[in-house]
């Protein structure tokens, strides 16, 4: 795993512990926020935390995602690439 891997994924980590705050009613300006206000002004208070909540989980998930180095199958990272070039395979 990469340095950048790791960073990318703290940050993710992160932001979901914001937006968990946010989904708990411990940032009481987060209904204010850009779509959160349009979520807040369609659905109401209840609307506006369950879309933290979704955030939340989205973003936990994506972090584990990225921290347990899941790809899909097509992607070859640039190391992989680089050796099968020097042994001659042909490069994706």
């Known amino acids: 795993m990469s340095g950048d891997q790791i960073f990318v994924g703290s940050v993710t980590i992160l932001l979901s512990i914001a937006t968990l705050l946010a989904a708990l009613g411990y940032l009481p300006g987060a209904d204010k926020l850009g779509v959160a206000s349009k979520v807040h002004r369609r659905y109401g208070a209840r ?3 369950l879309f933290y909540w979704g955030a939340t989980v989205l973003l936990l998930a994506l972090a584990v995602a990225i921290l347990r180095d899941a790809r899909p199958s097509f992607a070859v990272p ?4 680089n050796e099968l070039s020097a ?3 042909s490069s994706p």
């Open 47 to 49: 609307g506006v935390r």
């Open 78 to 81: 640039d190391s992989d690439r």
């Open 87 to 89: 042994d001659g395979a």
